[in-house]
């Protein structure tokens, strides 16, 4: 998902591409024409040249849209499936399942060159960076490694490892570049020396999206759960859930988080780090941003929808629920009390 001029682009698969007005909320466009799942997407404007959208597919094929008009202008077909886009320099990337990365001129709207970097292993994901003059590409692999390139003639200059399974994600930040993969960590590499500087733990799958927001860094995970970490000090400072599916995709934009989820669903929630509700169920540690969500956490991972018996485990709580007694029905208002008046971090 991207967000571009108060839309929100969405992918799916589905095979379109929707916008959505951020403040209305109802899809005002469609972007139809791919015969399979539409993996990628990427809405770019510069001077010179009208606003587009750009996918990719599982059909081998990359379409650029007029976003005014939604009309496909142009269809680039492709060795495999595409998996990845990326801009920069005025150049659309391409991140194919062969392992290559194709290069495009968005001035002229023409293919340039094909790079082999990771074949016969998927691209995964892409992103860039300058050293010095040299343009710098940095491609993530299904081989686990991120591979930094010349962005021009794709020659290798460093692989940056530690990853032990798929690199899904990157976002670069001044020399670094943050990795999300599905080993369930995220790493940050120094792009210009390879070395792994700090490890971010905590998460129970695998990591779909990393953003940096100033001092957090912000990751959303096929768990089901968004999470915001302290850059310096590694600390997860904050989780926001209440979806009932994995996340897929997220954006984020003047404070407020757009998630994508496997059920097709779009949710957004503000982000507020001042406002904390803990879980003080007994072996869990999670701090929500939002009460509902901790509600949620609570009738989710804390209680079987078909109990027959239920200790409350919160702190200080002994309550006991049973479904012979009638009072199985009380959990959801004993777990939203606990949620909302007893959820406060000690001081």
Known sequence: ???????????????TVRAFDLITRKCVSMFEGHSTKVNCLLVTQSAGIPGRLYTGSSDHTIRCYSIKTTECIEQFCQLDRVLCLHSRWKILF????????????LKMNKQL????????????CLASA???????????????????????????????EGHTKTVLCMKVVNDLVFSGS??????????????????YKGHSHAVTVVSILGKVMVTACL?????VYELQSHDRLQVYGGHKDMVMCMAIHKSMIYTGCYDGSVQAVRLNLMQNYRCWWHGCSLIFGVADHLKHHLLTDHTNANFQTLKCRWRNCDTFFTARNGSKQD????????????????P
């Open 1 to 15: 998902m991207q967000i571009y001029n108060g839309l929100l682009y969405t992918c799916s698969g589905d095979k």
């Open 94 to 105: 391409a991140g194919l399942a062969n392992g290559s990365v194709v290069s495009f001129s």
């Open 113 to 124: 060159d094909v790079l082999e970097c990771h074949n016969p292993r998927a691209v995964s």
């Open 130 to 160: 300058q050293e010095g003059a040299r343009r710098i590409l940095l491609v993530g692999s299904y081989d686990c490694t991120i591979s930094v390139r010349d962005a021009k003639s794709g020659l290798l200059l460093r692989t940056l």
């Open 182 to 199: 599905s080993d369930q960590s995220v790493h940050a590499h120094n792009i210009h020396t390879g070395e792994l500087v700090r490890i």
């Open 223 to 227: 768990d089901k759960l968004v999470r």
């Open 331 to 346: 959990t959801p208002k004993h777990m939203q009390k606990h949620a909302e008046e007893d959820s406060k971090l000690d």
